[in-house]
Structure formats: structure tokens, C-alpha cells
């Protein structure tokens, strides 16, 4: 989850009117026959018939696919509802990572590849599920020994290696809580978190590498625990070689315990609602939010979206480019797959090391069948230039996936027809951590897809998008995207602040859950996101949705980024700011932004012409990659930055956009 803006700490506010959506996207492309043959839902119909099910009886519905799991004991009901707080499968008893792991070490699968590992410097190790329930068994022993009992949250700090989703499945199977913190997250956030989660134990890496360099974890674990009284112990793994100090009696190798460890492990039998971790997501102010997920409920969401959305078959090689860090790690680079008995590329390092055809090469090399990857990544190849694409074979590949923020139209034409060579469908997905798995996405053997939308709720979510009175919009009117009924891998509530959780999603629209997007559904029925709430913009009246505005600069010839923000404006009520990066090969004069101009006039309408137009060489984006437009917005109404930066990637790029206003 982002650190970032669009999950404020602060209490949504809906503006008073509706939504202007105006940009109108034609372009549809029907799932290939040759990929619906043999799909898990190879047709609309499919998808609508298991629509009306889920929709006429969910616990039915959710039943059935909870029916798939292994059990200890099973559920007595599938819900009990008492708005806002929700109890899936109330009396069973079950364990994630047994189902995770043992069911598969128990079937033919126990030698199949579960985790297929590349280093940046290009090493690799491939654990089979065999020897990654040995590993995790092992693990869990070590937090038996170090005194972690069912309940107890664990802190995690650890770059994208395959011990990280060891310590994350050894914590689930005694039942422990895990609380991953992304590693490139300062001190003070590591210790912001602990402290809020009060957190036993943190396991650590001595670094971890980034772009050809190594940044000492341990070092700044020593320095978050001065302020973490409840720490008790300290796992570091050896991998980089960084120099450390361990402390006695707190600081331990993981090697040496791992040593000493047995490779069985009994799977601790948790109740349903047994929490399974907290993740954090900080907004740009206040205080961070600990978003609480529970065993059972995550375990049915994750592996159905996952195969389902997937497509997922056993000979498939699967590459989720997220940070496990991050919610789409969670539900999608770890438990999804591992529950599903897949196949999963996990790739340490960054897309651009050591140059930009990193991610081309290692589908090539690994024959990677699903790509699953975000638009900022994917804008960033584009400018980039093709040719660090097309010189690979990319034939492997057969179906794309993209999320975290809207895919600009542009940008999802490239993909389809670069990357995906007109072959593969494109999965656009949209949750949140919140939601715990994906709610609205193609089914890629089934549904239509167009550039730019997310299509169509899942069976058994209830997504609308309704006026500021919570009446449903008409279609192509703009709103406000709400859940109306509760699903199994919901957040339960702020890590130890219900009110807060019951102000922020449940308080805007009573009787439903706020997600504080902006959205339409079109008159298929497909919903578009338009942003955060926070993000859209009152121009003269009219509300406009800031991604559409940089979708439509983005796709224009000489534009690679672009990020719109308003700033007050005394005769419109607010102003247009556009920061736009160019590709390589031009340069920003006033033709161009005149020429920018008019085409956002021609794409959108007069309305939507950027006030103005500053050339940035970059955009300040969170370490998940995602824009800040809260520093954007301080840039362009005052110059200068006074709010919190510590979640920025890269500090050069404020620099540059201080100087950039528009001559
Ligand atoms: O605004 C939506 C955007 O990302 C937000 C959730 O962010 P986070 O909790 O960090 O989770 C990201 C990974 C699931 C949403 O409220 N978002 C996410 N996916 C999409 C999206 N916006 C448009 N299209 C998407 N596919």
C-alpha cells in the first residue's frame, strides 16, 4: 500500500455535486477465441449467470468456494453482519498456510517450482513447494523458540527475497500476526508501525540490493528500536554482507537458528477470524492506518480472484512485479499463487537493472506466461523506447494484468500491442488494501475488455456509483464508488481504532463502504475510475476527473508522464496545473504546451485545457510508485513544499520542479 495522498489519514469529503466524466473511449477488444476456449469462465454469459448467483445468494456463493479449502474444523455460518463489522465463517477452523503449502506437499505438486527466484546481480534459486513448506516449518519453529505465541505481531523488513514470504507464512502458521513494512521505509516509520501494532519481534535482512548497490536494513532496524519498547527480539538474515552490530541477547542470525530448528511443524488451528496481518498504509498526514485482515475470509477471496482473474493453470509461470511490501504482494505474489499450487517468478531488483530490458529478459529467459505489473512501470518502459522490448521473444506470455491507479488508454494500447502483441488480454484490476483482493477486473477468458476501465465487478461484489445521497448515478454520470455489501477479505477495522475505521469508510453513505474513488459505469456496465475523490477537480463549475485530463496528455506523441493537480483560481474556483515529463527526444517550448493544450481541448473539451503546463524531468513518486499530488498540489499553488516527504523515492526531483514554473 502507498504512503501516499490517496489513502489520507483525513475523513473523505465528498464534494457537493456530481462528477463531469467526459472522456469517451470506443475501442473494445473481445477475449481471443484460442484463450476463452480453455478459460476457467470462457464466456459473458458464464460471467453474468455467476453474477445473478452470487448476487441472489451469496453465502451460497462464498460457501461454495470456501468448500475448496481444508478445514480443522468447518464453519458453522458463512456471515454474520453487524454493519460495519463482518464474521466470515464463523466456528470453523482452519490455517492459511496449511492450505498454502501441505495440501500441495501432500499432492503430486510436492516438486513443482512454488517460487522461482532472480537476484538483481542475476543469481537464481527455485524452491519447490517441497522445500518451501521445509523452510517455513523450520521458521516457525525458530518463532516457537524465540517465544512468538498465537496473536503476537511480527514486525517484517526485508527486501524481495524468498525468505521474506517464508517469515510471512511461518507467522501465519502459528499464528502470528504478520505487519510487513516495505524496506525502503525509514526508521521512523518502521518504528511508527511497530509501536502502533506493538510488535514482539523483527526480522530483518543484514541489506538488501538495490541497483547494484546494498542498503544496510539491519542498521536501520538499530535505529527504529531505541523508540520500540516492545521488541523483544531481532532475526536477521545474512544475505548482502553488510557490515552489523548484533546485540546480545537481542539480535539473532536467522542461519544459526535455522540450524538448530526442526522441519516439522504442526499448523496452529486458528479460528476464522484469527487475525492474519496488518499492513500499513500512511497517509500524508496524521497518523499511519493499520488495515487488519483475519485468516479465513482473505484466504477464500485471494485464491478465487486469483484463479479466476488469472486464468491460472498449473503449467503457467506467473511474474507479479509488486513488493511484497505492498497489498498486491500479499494477496498476489504470495497467498493467491501459493494457495492456488502456482508457479511464482519473483524477481529482486529493479525493472531498469542493469538496463531497461530487465523485465523482457527474464520472461524470456524463464518463459513467463502472465505478467502482472502497474501503469507507472509501465509508463516508464514506454519512454524507455520499444526496442528494449521487441529485441526479446516475449511468445511465452499470455495474458497481462495491471494495477494500483488508472491505465491511461495510451498507455494500455502500448501494452497490448508491444508487450502483449495483440494476443494477450489485458486484466485492468481495481481494489485496494483495504479490500483485500481484487474487485473489479475483466475476466480475461470472458469479458470484453477497453482501454482504460476495470470493467466489471466480481461475482459476489456488490460495487454502484451513486450520488452524495448514496442514490445509485445514472450511466456516464459521474460519483462516488461504493461496496454495498460486505465480502470476505474486507478490512476489519483499523488495527486498534474502530471508530476511526467506521469514520473513514462507513460514515459518507450509510449501510455501505466508501472506497474515496471517483468513478462512472458506462452503459455496459463498466466502471472507470476517475481517480481519487481528492483528485477531482472543480474547474469552473465542473468536476473533472484529473486522470482523464493526463490520459488524454499522455496520449499525446511527445508526452511520457503527466500528473494534474488544481490550484485555487479566483475566477474558476480552481486552476489546471499539469506536470508533464517529455519523452527523451523533445523539448518543451511553448509550441508544445499550446499544442498540449489544444489536444486536451480536442480529447476533452475546452474545460480541461491545463492552465498551465510545467515541463518536469521527473515526477515525485512514493517508493510504491505512485505520484504524490499532494506535493504537486503545494508546488503549484505556492512554490514550496511544507509537508511531510520522508515517503518520497527521489528528493532530486523536487529540485527540478521548483524551477520549472511555466515562463
Ligand atoms: O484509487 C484506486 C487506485 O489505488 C487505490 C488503492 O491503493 P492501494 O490500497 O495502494 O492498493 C493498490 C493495489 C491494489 C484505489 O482506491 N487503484 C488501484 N487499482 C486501480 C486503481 N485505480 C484505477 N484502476 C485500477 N486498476
Redesign the pocket.
Known amino acids: ?2 504512503t501516499d495522498e ?2 489520507s489519514n483525513k475523513p473523505q469529503t465528498v464534494p457537493e455535486s456530481s462528477i463531469s466524466s467526459v472522456l469517451s473511449e470506443k475501442r473494445k477488444f473481445p477475449p481471443p477465441a484460442e484463450f476463452a476456449k480453455n478459460a476457467h469462465v470462457a464466456s459473458m454469459a458464464d460471467y453474468e449467470r455467476l453474477y445473478a448467483e452470487a448476487d441472489a445468494d451469496p453465502d451460497t456463493y462464498w460457501g461454495g468456494l470456501a468448500e475448496q479449502f481444508h478445514w480443522f474444523k468447518k464453519w458453522e455460518s458463512v456471515l454474520e453482519w453487524n454493519s460495519p463489522y463482518a464474521k466470515w465463517f464463523q466456528g470453523g477452523k482452519t490455517n492459511i498456510c496449511y492450505n498454502a503449502l501441505d495440501v500441495h506437499v501432500n499432492s503430486w505438486r510436492k516438486n513443482k517450482a512454488a517460487i522461482i527466484w532472480e537476484g538483481e546481480e542475476g543469481d537464481q534459486r527455485v524452491l519447490t513447494y517441497g522445500e518451501l513448506h521445509r523452510q517455513v516449518c523450520k521458521f516457525a519453529n525458530v518463532l516457537k523458540i524465540a517465544g512468538i505465541r498465537p496473536g503476537d505481531r511480527v514486525a517484517i523488513y526485508m527486501g524481495m527475497v524468498p525468505e521474506l514470504i517464508i517469515a510471512v507464512l511461518a507467522c501465519a502458521r502459528v499464528g502470528a500476526v504478520h505487519n510487513v513494512i516495505f524496506a525502503g521505509f525509514s526508521a521512523h516509520a518502521i518504528s511508527e508501525r511497530v509501536n502502533d501494532s506493538r510488535a514482539k519481534m523483527i526480522i530483518c535482512a543484514d541489506g538488501s540490493r538495490r541497483r547494484g548497490s546494498s542498503i544496510n536494513l539491519k542498521n536501520i532496524v538499530d535505529e527504529a528500536i531505541v523508540n520500540t519498547p516492545s521488541v523483544r527480539s531481532v532475526m536477521v538474515l545474512k544475505l548482502t554482507g553488510d557490515t552489523v552490530h548484533m546485540h546480545d541477547g537481542m539480535d539473532h542470525w536467522w542461519h544459526d537458528l535455522m540450524g538448530l530448528a526442526s522441519d516439522e511443524c504442526d499448523p496452529v488451528e486458528v479460528d476464522s477470524e484469527h487475525p492474519l496481518f496488518v499492513l500499513y ?1 500512511s497517509g500524508s498526514t496524521g497518523k499511519p492506518k493499520g488495515i487488519l485482515h483475519t485468516t479465513a475470509g482473505y484466504m477464500v477471496h485471494a485464491a478465487s480472484s486469483f484463479k479466476y482473474v488469472f486464468d491460472i493453470k498449473d503449467e503457467d509461470i506467473y511474474f507479479c512485479t509488486a513488493d511484497v511490501g ?3 504482494g500479499h494477496t498476489y505474489m504470495a497467498y493467491g499463487p501459493l494457495l492456488n499450487g502456482a508457479t511464482i517468478l519473483m524477481y529482486e531488483g529493479a525493472p531498469n537493472y542493469p538496463q531497461w530490458d530487465r523485465f523482457w529478459d527474464i520472461i524470456n529467459r524463464h518463459k513467463v506466461t502472465i505478467l502482472y505489473t502497474a501503469p507507472t512501470a509501465i509508463r516508464a518502459f514506454i519512454r524507455a523506447g520499444n526496442e528494449w522490448v521487441t529485441k526479446h521473444n516475449l511468445n511465452s506470455l499470455r495474458l497481462l494484468g ?6 491511461n488508454p495510451d498507455v494500455w494500447m502500448w501494452y497490448h500491442k508491444v508487450v502483449g502483441q495483440e494476443r494477450c488480454p489485458i486484466v ?7 479490500t483485500g483482493g481484487i474487485m473489479v477486473s475483466p475476466l480475461p477468458g470472458a469479458t470484453p475488455t477497453k482501454p482504460g476501465t ?1 470493467t466489471r465487478p466480481l461475482p459476489g461484489i456488490a460495487v454502484d456509483v451513486v450520488h452524495k445521497d448514496g442514490t445509485p448515478c445514472e450511466a456516464n454520470e459521474g460519483g462516488y464508488l461504493v461496496i454495498k455489501k460486505p465480502w470476505p477479505s474486507m478490512l476489519r477495522t483499523i488495527y486498534g481504532d474502530n471508530e476511526r475505521y467506521e469514520k473513514t469508510y462507513w460514515s459518507e453513505f450509510p449501510g455501505m463502504y466508501f ?3 471517483g468513478a462512472r459505469k458506462d452503459d455496459d456496465g463498466y466502471i472507470w ?1 476517475m ?2 475523490v481528492d483528485d477531482v477537480v472543480n474547474v469552473s463549475g465542473h468536476r473533472l476527473g484529473t486522470s482523464e485530463v493526463e490520459s488524454a496528455l499522455v496520449s499525446y506523441e511527445a508526452v511520457a508522464e503527466a500528473a494534474v493537480v488544481s490550484r485555487p483560481d479566483e475566477i474558476k474556483g480552481n486552476a489546471l496545473v499539469a506536470f508533464v515529463t517529455l519523452k527523451d527526444e523533445y523539448v518543451g517550448d511553448m509550441k508544445l504546451r499550446e499544442a498540449l493544450r489544444n489536444h486536451v481541448a480536442k480529447e476533452i473539451g475546452p474545460i480541461a485545457k491545463p492552465d498551465e503546463i510545467r515541463w518536469a524531468k521527473g515526477l515525485p513518486k512514493t517508493r ?1 510508485g ?1 505520484i504524490m499530488r499532494r506535493l504537486l498540489r503545494e508546488l503549484a499553488t505556492s512554490n514550496e513544499i511544507k509537508g511531510d516527504v520522508s515517503t518520497l523515492e527521489d528528493f532530486g526531483v523536487l529540485e527540478n520542479l521548483r524551477d520549472s514554473e511555466e515562463d
Open positions: 500500500m502507498a490517496t489513502t498504509t505492498w497489498i498486491t495491471s494495477v494500483g491507479e488508472p491505465i485492468d484490476t481495481w481494489w485496494q488494501t483495504e476495470a472506497t474515496g474513488d475510475i481517480g481519487r510504491s505512485k
